[in-house]
């Protein structure tokens, strides 16, 4: 199990760090918390890999909880930056120059409540 949720952790802060690349254009206080959540998830990672060095009759059953719960954290997460990356997917239609306008005002909105989510 510690496996799978260091896996999925290494693919969430691939993300984030994606997320900070100019092609997104984040606000500075959305890019300073992405920052902090891939540190934190960092030190998270280091943990669970020293949790997946030993066997499972090894670990206290709170390590055990505390690896399960980070896991499924690191599923939810995934799934909010799989959202706000296919949100920002759509940029190169052939809209009008109003239509792309509303579509991007739409899209700042969308950010900042998938941002508050994450």
């Known amino acids: 199990m510690a496996n799978a949720a260091t896996s999925v952790l290494g693919s969430v802060i691939g993300k984030l760090a994606a997320m900070l690349t100019k092609k ?4 500075k206080k959305v890019e300073s918390e992405i920052c902090f959540l891939r540190d934190e998830l960092s030190t998270m990672d280091a943990v669970l890999r020293m949790l997946a060095e030993k066997d ?3 670990i206290d059953p709170r390590a055990k909880d505390w690896r399960s719960k980070v896991r499924e954290l690191s599923y939810d997460i995934e799934d909010c930056i ?3 990356m296919l949100n920002h997917s759509h940029r190169g239609s052939k809209a009008s120059y109003v239509r792309k306008k509303m579509q991007k005002l739409k ?3 969308k ?6 989510e994450i």
């Open 24 to 27: 997104y254009k984040l606000a």
């Open 56 to 58: 499972d009759d090894q």
């Open 82 to 84: 799989d959202r706000f």
């Open 107 to 109: 899209r700042l909105f």
């Open 111 to 116: 950010d900042e409540e998938i941002a508050e």
